[in-house]
């Protein structure tokens, strides 16, 4: 009887273990599915936050690419084209509604802008009544460095000296003359009148100016000018003052 019981024991005891395991395996189950199905939407929710980011940065971005766009005519190597709104304006409508209103008797021209005013010439310098009056074909001419006693300004005039109000001089030199021998005489011709005393300034600047300068007296003599000869620019200088 002893080890009959000892054998139901056993056997109840075995009954129970074997419910509880088979419980237990159960429950382990799904526990490990769960953890999986956790892992997985935890991965799928970090895939889309990423996604969502990645389009949320994009979509802040456009505006600025547009913006540059519209404020810069040439974007990344193209030509932005104005849009068709902008190209027509607003000008060429107010243009077209207010175009017949010209025909009409209530349009008046704009005022013409009044002329800018003249500036008056400034006023001349009064010249000298002393003063010897050189013309401006003698600028750069070495004799008028050597004119200091007197005073001299240039002037408008057709002689090359105009020494007083009745006397001129001309200044010819020698190898002036042997470059262009008719000269001479075509200034002579524009002062046979006006001058009661004619002066002709020679200056010899040549070695061999023996026959230049009888063509020049000859050319003096019949035109009824008076011949002066100077042999530098400072003799001539000097017969300048003294005239």
Known sequence: FVAGTSQEQAAQGALNETPGSSRAAPNDTP???????QSQNQDKDSV??????AHTSQSSRRPAVQRVEDSCPIVLGHIAQDPPSRAKGSGSSFEQAFASLKNTKFYEPPPEPPAAPVAPP???????????????????NPVLRH???IPWEYADI?????????TCALFLSVKYHVLKPTYIYGRMEQLQRGYRLRVLLCLVDAEDSRKTLLDIHKAALINNWTLVVAWSPEEAGRYVETY
Do not use: E, W
């Open 48 to 53: 889309n936050s990423s996604a969502r980011t």
């Open 31 to 37: 526990a490990s599915s769960r953890v999986d199905s």
């Open 122 to 140: 400034p006023p001349k310098k009064p010249r000298n009544p002393r003063a010897v009056l050189v013309s401006n074909r003698q600028r750069g």
């Open 158 to 166: 057709v002689a090359d000296y105009q020494l007083g109000s009745s």
């Open 147 to 149: 004119i200091k006693n």
